[in-house]
């Protein structure tokens, strides 16, 4: 089912498009309906799962960035692994629109060169 998108012909993809902006789902991520306080399990994974992450180095800095940015917003960490292609954090929240916000703000901080660069 992974990328399952580039395998579809224009009209599917319009199709799929077409029906996740009628439920209002982000158009590249999936769909968040609960958003309350809780725990969850965070998981992002790179472009086509490249392990874009070799390095110890680049692995320990995404680390210390997204923990530092947790704590920060007063999540509770009880988890986590990075690994070269993607990682995951179990984390007790206040709201997932605060956790949405910080990888907003994450992402839009490391595009370009940075952790993300394949280089």
């Known amino acids: 089912m992974q990328y399952e998108y580039r395998r579809m012909t ?3 993809r319009e199709a799929v498009v ?17 958003r309350e306080a809780g725990w969850y399990l965070l998981t ?16 320990d800095e ?4 997204l923990l530092e940015g947790l704590l920060a917003s007063d999540c509770e960490v009880a988890g986590w692994v990075v690994l070269p292609n993607h990682y995951h954090i ?8 605060t956790v949405s ?4 703000a994450f992402t839009d901080a490391r595009r370009g060169p940075g952790i993300w660069r394949t280089d």
């Open 44 to 59: 992002a994974a790179n472009f086509e799962h490249r392990p874009i992450m070799q390095a110890t180095e680049r692995r």
């Open 101 to 104: 916000a910080l990888w907003d």
């Open 90 to 97: 179990l984390a007790g929240v206040p709201s997932l629109d």
């Open 10 to 12: 224009p009209e599917e």
């Open 18 to 34: 077409t029906h996740r902006q009628r439920q209002h789902y982000p158009l590249h991520a999936p769909p968040h309906p609960y």
């Open 62 to 65: 995404l680390e210390t960035c």
